[in-house]
Nanobody, 117 residues
Framework: QVQLVESGGGLVQAGGSLRLSCAAS????????MGWYRQAPGKQRELVAL???????NYADSVKGRFTISRDNAKNTVYLQMNSLQPEDTAVYRC???????????WGQGTQVTVSS
């Protein structure tokens, strides 16, 4: 099995920054795309950012220019640097990892990000 553990969430004032980390461990052969998702109260879960094994990235329009996704393949870790945070960014953030050869998607437990105005 593969386990994903997020860290770095917390409470921050508007305009502040946080850096989320997600470390994968377990039966890992190859991790393909990794990503960050978020879900705010009363809202549907949405994609925040994706990064391929080769480093290609995609972002939700709402976070472009403010958030940066990166990964360290040697450490099986994906990061999300969040700058210029706004109250609208408040949500539970979860990372995921895709292993295409297994047809499997793994999810972390989630970390709370709260942005006060």
């Amino acid at each position: 099995q593969v386990q994903l553990v997020e860290s770095g969430g917390g409470l921050v004032q508007a305009g502040g920054s946080l850096r989320l980390s997600c470390a994968a461990s377990g039966s890992i052969f190859r991790i393909d795309t990794m990503g960050w998702y978020r879900q705010a109260p009363g809202k549907q879960r949405e994609l925040v950012a994706l990064i391929s094994s080769g480093g290609s990235t995609n972002y939700a329009d709402s976070v472009k220019g403010r958030f940066t996704i990166s990964r360290d393949n040697a450490k099986n870790t994906v990061y999300l640097q969040m700058n210029s945070l706004q109250p609208e960014d408040t949500a539970v953030y979860r990372c995921n990892a895709n292993i295409n050869s297994r047809g499997s998607v793994y999810w972390g437990q989630g970390t709370q990000v709260t942005v006060s105005s």
